[in-house]
């Protein structure tokens, strides 16, 4: 007892030894009533049926859900956006939930003559965020590239305006839950969960889609050349793509802005009986009989029969449906101010991400369990507290995780087994600690606070050099390693809480008779020992 | 309390054998090193490089039907893509290919290469799609290299802030014989399997790290606890003659002291990486392996080189303080 630190001290004096018990018992309920969800059946299945809309969809019901409310006539602006803030959150619930069990209660429902209006029909599920390698989708990262007459540079304005347009095209996709991040000065990480169509994406989110309208004019050696005249798709209002009367082909009609209009008008008067051609980055729309757009050569513009003042127009190219679809988009999104290119694409299919989700689950159970095994056989009884402790910790660590909305990776994963790993340490050193006191012939209360005590400046220790290179990684890693450095700081954290609480209250739980690391306590010694633990006290 | 070698029979003799475990780190580093080598000279880098290093796509296709290797990579040709690798694996109990091939960067190429597929082999699932462009692997190398070397700055100012400067540097020395160690096998696996690093192995790999550090810890603190029994006096079991205790010796207790929990520990985590090895995800098989490979070092090293480094540079320290004033007086 000679060099019992100041940490033991601490630890044992009794407001301090007060707490642990109700904290354990806090943090347990918290983190069941985190992790896991229960919603009648009915709800969940109206959830999953939002996430299943596209986009716009999805906006009508919610706009249509949200007039319905009684209070929406009398609401700001500001609430009113909170209500569709919300409504939005609720619709993208379905596709972060792992349904655990359907639970039906029809027949205890019944038995305890329960009213009738009461859902029968129950859902139990958690809802973490899982990353997009467990639950498939895609993800790419797009590097905005400077065009050096205009934009020698890219600057955050330039990249604003970049996330912006690729913002609108993105949700004009129609999937839900996209995410576009900006990364870095020149950089931007898109991420479409559950995309059906990768290809579609990238198609969509690759193009400058500067829309250019050009005249005829003859070039210094004769030839005639396409000459830019200052309009572009930026002066348009709005476009749409319109089928044509003949079946299968569409075409783009847009309307322009004022500004826009003025300028059309006043250049369609000027070039009637002349041509006026249309350029999607610098490529001429209308497309041959293979598909392909017409190359300069063979593309002859549109004639202009008679000035148009109204400010509509339309674009035939012959277009097939997506393609218009594709185009009015990309014209009502605005074009890139410069133009992008994707660097990295990830597409994990969703049979591969729920292959993987599946079988880590069922692999971490057996890791656990053995774990658990390998602990009651070392430590009998103590191995017992160790097991719930980890447990404790195990549900304490997801629970935060929701609570955080930390997005969980393979890499994530990786990282909360390794603070699992030094969970349980935190209990082993506890316990070989305390096995030595006990051997020293200290009382078993004593011996327990010993041991912890002087286990505790090795967990401290070692554990606070983890966290400082887990904030080291934080600042300087890339997305991997930061979601490996986010979830093993936080199990960390979590173990040294379960550490201090859950496995010191617990050991001290243990009846006596019970017996510890092989050492009893109801022979000859209990005698002497009671006295002992009096004075401890 | 201050004489524990009663209740700690010896099990490991640190300082008597230090030769010992330091040949055993030779052995277990220099073939590494070797294939660490060996792979420069082919591959231009330590470890070959994945798609994430070098730029490239890897395509997984999961068919209707049963296909044979050899019409894909008649495909491949066709599609002028050429060099490519295909291989076969097994995701859900179902076949799948894995095409490697250089970054399709035209998105055209990629539909053709999809359509040729089709055409020849019926139709698939596409599994999974990864693509780099070749500008941004030296970037993540660099970001990841940066990552590490912070990180060992830190841990070097936080231990030798609660321990000593030559702890810290011994703490970081076993981490690096982890890290060769693990480098060095990937490197060897790489050589003779084609196993190709990608940037969870960076995640690995600074797993490693966390956990070697921590192990070491553990040890250095029971080394920092028991110090103050150096030069107390004791008894040679054996022989019954009174001696003063060493640096050495208390660093001997302190291993053995610390040697249950050192191996239960790893125990505990090499459960959790075997069950994940074995029963885990296809994605995730090279990651927890190596994993696997540097835990199981990291606590031979924490036990056996981090503890012999310590004393050894103790010892050469005290025979220079102990030289000096003797040349001095000759």
Known sequence: MASKSLLSKIGSSAIFRDWKPWAVVVVFFWSVTTLFKIEPESTVNHWIELSNMNTSELNMEIQKRCVAMPRWQKMNIYEKEHVVKEELEKAQMANNIQILKRIGIASLAQSLNLDKKIPTRYVLFTNLKLGLDLRG????????????????????EVMNGVETVINNRINSLGVSETLVQRAGKDRLIVEMPGIKDPQQAKDRIGTTALLEFKELAIAPDGTAMWKDCGLTGADFKRAQATAMMAGSTYRVSFEFKPEGAKKFGELTKRLVGQQIGIFLDGVPTERGPDGRSLSLQEYRGVTVKEPILTGTGEITGSFTQDQAVDLSVKLNAGALPVPV????????GATLGQDSINKSLIAGCIGIATVMVFMLLVYGWAGLVADIALILYTLATLAIFISMSVTLTLAGIAGFILSIGMAVDANILIFERTKEELKNGKALYSAIEAGFGRAFSAIFDSNANSLIACAVLMMFGTSIVKGFAVTLAIGVAVSMFTAITASRTMLHLIPRSFGLFGQKFDSKSSTTQKPKQKEAV | MSTKEQDYKVKVDIVKYRWIWIGISLLLTLPGLVGIGLSYAKYGTPLKPGIDFTGGSILQYQFDKPVELEPIHQVLEECHLPGSQVQKAYISGKEAVVLRTKALDDENLKKQLDAALEAKLGPFKQLSIDKVTATIGPELLMNGLIALFSTLAVMILYISYRYKLDFAVCAIVALLHDVIVLCGFYAILGLVIGVEVDSLFLSAVLTVIGFSVHDTIVVFDRIRENAKYVGSKTKNPVTGEEYKKTFGDVTNDSVNQTLARSIYTSLTVVFTLTALYLWGGVTTKDFVLAMLVG???????????????LVLWREIKLKKQMGKPAVART
Do not use: D
């Open chain 1, 341 to 348: 290119q994707i660097l990295e694409e990830r597409t994990v």
């Open chain 2, 295 to 309: 835990i199981i070092s990291g606590t031979y090293s924490s036990i056996f080189n981090a503890s012999c480094l």
């Open chain 1, 137 to 156: 989708g895609s993800q790419l990262l797009l590097k905005a590239m400077p065009a050096p007459p205009q934009v020698p540079e890219i600057t955050p």
